[in-house]
């Protein structure tokens, strides 16, 4: 009998092992080796996880929107920062298409078409 533990355990090792991995796992350590960047990082980190609470508690506050949107314009400046979204981007795509594969099987229990 297959145990799915090991194959996620499986799965979180060949992650650590892919490009989109190692690509996202340089490029923070270049930023957070640059202090100014690094610190325009936290800054944005910081107001996306304002953000995050409030959508979750339902009390969006339009001053913390300006803010992020203030923040994220000045990291667009670095390019540290831009190269570090343009990763993140890639390991997502690739965690989004791990979780369709994953999800699979139950996504075919429910689809009410077939």
Do not use: C, H, W
Not at 22 to 50: C, I, M, P, S
Not at 68 to 75: K, M, N, P, R, T
């Amino acid at each position: 009998m297959i145990n799915v533990y090991d194959t996620a355990n499986q799965l979180e090792k060949d992650l650590r092992e892919s490009q989109e991995y190692k690509d996202l796992q340089a490029v923070v350590a270049k930023v957070k080796a640059d202090d100014a960047t690094f610190a325009v990082y936290k800054k944005l980190r910081e107001a996306q996880k304002t953000l995050q609470e409030q959508q979750m508690q339902g009390t969006l506050d339009e001053k913390v929107m300006k803010s992020l949107q203030e923040i994220s314009q000045e990291a667009s400046q670095y390019p540290l920062m831009m190269e570090l979204m343009e990763k993140e981007r890639a390991i997502s795509v690739l965690i989004d298409d791990l979780n369709k594969i994953i999800f699979k099987p139950l996504s075919e229990v429910y689809d009410i078409e077939g």
